[in-house]
């Protein structure tokens, strides 16, 4: 429990916001020893365990690799070898070459959408940080489909590094999806007194759904299995 706390203590020094409340605390207290960087010649991403040495990350971070390396938030590495890439929903799984203790996070329940404005936290290794882990407080904005994909959507969760990552909800401490990708859109507000437009850019993370995920980890223990 000390190095839990002294981790987030850590955490919280690296946050423009600091001390988060007993409740987000709580959730990084029970997700964060699972997180993980995935990384390899020019790329860094994240991501985290989800059992029996299988993790999970972004499949645009490790498509092409036929090794990657892992790190937990010790320091500790291994080799991992990815097992299934799926590039349509930007889902992939690393299989590592040595045993792992780390424990794993509970994923949120199956078929079921978030609410709105429910907290949600991710979890990453932002690549202007070097190698410290951090984490982003938020809130589900928008729940739908992109390219036939579970999707949901918040405002600033996600910079570069996170990528793969796990985003966590709050409240039940389980892994709601994967961090994939940002975009920005220009939201119109009302115009000035006199008739000036104006305009809010917006930056919007992309978080791909822990049902994606579920069906992606199900083909790597086939795999696995059959092999």
Partial sequence: ???????????????????????????LAATT???VRVYGPGFSCSGWHSGSGIFITAAHCVVGEPLVWIEDRTGQTS????????????????????TTTLPSIPMFEANRVPELGSE????GFPSYYGLACMFEVGHVKDTYLLNDTKTILSRDLTYMGYSGGPVVDVRTKTVLGL??????????????????????HLTLAQVVSIDEVRVVLAQTKDLLEKS
Avoid at 81 to 96: R, Y
Avoid at 184 to 197: A, G, Y
């Fill in 120 to 123: 949600i936290i991710s979890l």
């Fill in 1 to 27: 429990m000390r190095a839990i706390l002294a981790f987030l203590f850590i955490f919280c020094a690296l946050q423009t916001s600091c001390a988060p409340n007993p409740t987000v605390a709580g959730a």
């Fill in 179 to 200: 961090a994939t990708s940002m975009s920005e859109i220009v939201k119109e507000l009302p115009p000035l007194p006199d008739k000036t437009e104006r305009h809010q």
């Fill in 79 to 98: 080799i991992g070898v990815p097992v299934v890439i799926n590039e349509n929903v930007d889902v992939a799984t690393v299989k590592s070459l040595k």
């Fill in 33 to 35: 020893p699972a997180l």
